[in-house]
């Protein structure tokens, strides 16, 4: 029989705790808990999540539906929308949310996350409540936000049933021990969940997934851009003898190959002999194949440096980690891969897998789907910016955005996954208008976005803000662009050279020049979208959009802040960015 939660062998449980596990949720999840569950009253328990990309939504759906197969009585909340009136209200709470930026909640969160931090926030006493956080440890501020939900509720009184788990990047065995444990605390006067189907945190549904990824032949990959510094590809995928489907505003999940031109640098440079050693998720490989696919070799963070430090007599590194100052890390990571730690910092590892085992699992990289499944049947587009850069007298590149523009045709067909993302969609009425802010590579879903309207004959207006360095050189998807001008598609276009002038322009300066009309656009209803940078350009166009609010709608700041908080509760403020 399968049950709905299984430990699964790379949980941190020993042996003797993950056999606990299981044989209480065979218990807990079948007929035999039910029978010990004497007043068989269901348990409230609610749900809140904050997801920025559509992780940790699923994953909330997820857990919604194994409760509602038991004797629970479960609500699932978007944060963005969540009545934080009843908080203190709630019986059971879990709390999934995901980290964005630098170490801020996903926008869905940022109200709920404000008010929980300030002086506004009621005492919890009894509130029972567990958090799953989220996150990347390559970020510095790893699942901040999840430690901030959990650390707040705890000091407004409410009770942790069972520790926080924190997800870096692969949530499959956090979560399968994350939900054991807060079904363990909840289940005992209250079981009874039909075994039925098996679960993990991904979809794991028949066919193509994270877990299974198909093999995409690549049918388009040429520059759209012209002589000059920036490139940026259409990559066009085939889904020809796949399930796979998506929806525009979803994203493409890539895995990439290392080039293995690097890879055999790194092994020339290593003080073992190359041999047979164990894959991340199991499985023996050779020591070439595991770095082409299998490890993470491109950039560094602090996590790499330290274990590597612990192996290596590398005075510089030592001081390094003693001092565990960001900005040092930073300015030592920055330009910086795997192969200079192997020539710079030579370490003493005993052998190859113990050298692997300082490694990170090589992830899938996500990249915005710039096409409509309605204008190119069985074909998924990707507009891909590729990372070049020289640094410290080498030629690099990104391992993902390179592995596309270069090595795709020279070895096999990339591995591909769908990841939904319900939270970047169009309106669900094609009568709303839309803006659409997307400099350089943000214009893939707005493509996407434009096809699909055009396609369904939305009556909504279309507006679009791109930008870019140079008009000569760097006008992506001009001649589509310009065709939907011609014919109506587009109602308005903007577009920010930043370069052919000599003060840089921007998009958001283009914003706040149609301030007027973007206020009234804004008040007959219209969405509002940004894709593309996260670290500067996304916060200046939200700065962007709260000057238009103050100087067109007459708002005080307060006023403009709330009117663009409520956007995003009506979601017509959507943001991908990255
Ligand atoms: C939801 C989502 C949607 C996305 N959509 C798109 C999209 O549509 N198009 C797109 O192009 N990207 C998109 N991205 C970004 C994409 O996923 C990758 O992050 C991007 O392609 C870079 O990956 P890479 O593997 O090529 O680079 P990596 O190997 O990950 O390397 C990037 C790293 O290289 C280093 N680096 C980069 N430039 C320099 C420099 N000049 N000097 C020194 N070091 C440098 C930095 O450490 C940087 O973090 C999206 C990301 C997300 C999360
Ligand atoms: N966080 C990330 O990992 C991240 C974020 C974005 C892009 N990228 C990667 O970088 C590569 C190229 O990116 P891209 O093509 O999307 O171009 P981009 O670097 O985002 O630039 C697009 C346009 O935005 C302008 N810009 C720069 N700062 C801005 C600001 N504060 N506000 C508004 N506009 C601003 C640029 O002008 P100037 O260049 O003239 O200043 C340029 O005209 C891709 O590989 C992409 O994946 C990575
Ligand atoms: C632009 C960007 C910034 C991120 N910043 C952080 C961060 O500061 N700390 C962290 O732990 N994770 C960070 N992450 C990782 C996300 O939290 C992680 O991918 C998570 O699974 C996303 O979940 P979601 O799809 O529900 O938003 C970041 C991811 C992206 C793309």
């Known amino acids: 029989m399968v049950f709905p939660i299984q430990i699964p062998n790379d949980a941190p449980f020993n042996a003797e705790q993950r056999a606990w596990l299981n044989d209480f949720l065979t218990k807990a999840l079948t007929q035999e808990g039910k029978q010990t569950n004497p007043s068989n009253s269901s348990v409230p328990v609610t749900v809140v999540y904050g997801s920025q990309t559509g992780t940790a939504e699923s994953i909330a759906k997820k857990l919604v539906k194994t409760l509602k197969k038991g004797n629970f009585e479960p609500e699932i909340h978007d944060m963005a929308t969540y009545d934080r009136s009843r908080l203190a209200a709630e019986k059971n709470l879990l709390v999934i949310t995901s980290t964005y930026g630098d170490g801020e909640p996903p926008d869905t969160a940022t109200d709920l996350h404000a008010w929980l931090m300030s002086d506004a926030a009621p005492r919890l006493e009894g509130v029972s409540y567990s958090v799953l956080a989220l996150g990347d440890s390559s970020y510095p501020d790893y699942c901040k936000c999840g430690i901030e939900f959990d650390t707040r509720l705890l000091a407004l009184g409410a009770n942790r049933i069972f520790s926080r788990v924190d997800v870096d990047v692969d949530p499959d065995a956090p979560y399968a021990e994350w939900s054991a444990g807060i079904l363990s605390m909840l289940a005992p006067s209250s079981a009874g969940i039909p075994a039925s189907e098996p679960e993990s945190a991904d979809a794991v549904e028949a066919g193509y997934s994270k877990t299974n990824p198909f093999r995409a032949s690549v049918v388009q990959n040429y520059n759209l851009n012209g002589p000059g510094e920036k490139q940026t590809h259409q990559i066009a995928l085939s889904l020809e003898g796949s399930d796979l489907s998506y929806e525009v505003g979803d994203a493409l999940g890539v895995y990439p190959l290392n080039p293995a031109a690097v890879v055999d640098e790194i092994i020339a440079n290593l003080p073992f002999k190359p041999s047979i050693v164990p894959a991340p998720d199991g499985g023996e490989v050779t020591l070439r194949e595991a770095l082409i696919q299998h490890y993470d070799i ?38 910086r891969d795997l192969i200079d730690l192997v020539i710079d910092h030579p370490a003493d590892f005993a052998d190859a897998e113990d050298f692997v085992a300082n490694l990170k699992k090589l992830q899938p990289r996500l990249y915005s789907i710039a096409s409509s499944p309605r204008a190119h049947l069985g074909e998924v587009h990707l507009c891909v910016g590729i990372v070049r850069y020289d640094s410290y007298g080498r030629k690099r590149g990104g391992i993902c955005s390179t592995f596309l523009a270069d090595r795709v045709s020279l070895e096999m067909a990339p591995r591909v996954y769908v990841h939904s993302n319900t939270a970047f969609r169009l309106p669900a009425s094609g009568d709303t208008d839309v803006i659409m802010c997307g400099p350089g590579t943000g214009i893939a879903p707005f493509r996407a976005f434009l096809e699909d309207r055009k396609a369904t004959a939305a009556k909504g207006k279309n507006w679009l803000f791109f930008g870019n360095p140079h008009r000569a050189t760097d006008y992506l998807y001009q001649d589509e662009i310009e065709g939907y001008i011609a014919d109506g598609t587009l109602a308005k276009f903007d577009v920010a050279w930043s370069r052919d002038q000599k003060e840089k322009l921007y998009v958001q300066h283009l914003m706040v020049q149609n301030g007027a009309e973007l206020w009234t656009w804004l008040n007959h209803g219209a969405a509002f979208y940004v894709c593309g940078d996260a670290s500067r350009m996304a916060k200046d166009v939200d700065q962007a959009l709260h000057q238009v609010a103050e100087d067109h709608g007459k708002l005080t700041s307060a006023e403009a802040a709330a009117f663009i908080s409520q956007l995003k509760k009506e979601k017509r403020y959507l943001r991908d960015v990255y």
Not at 309 to 326: H, T, Y
């Open 298 to 335: 491109g950039s560094l963070n602090k996590s790499v440096i330290q274990k590597w430090q612990a192996k290596s007599g590398s005075p510089f590194l030592r001081s390094l980690v003693a001092a565990d100052d960001k900005k040092a890390y930073d300015d030592f990571c920055w330009g």
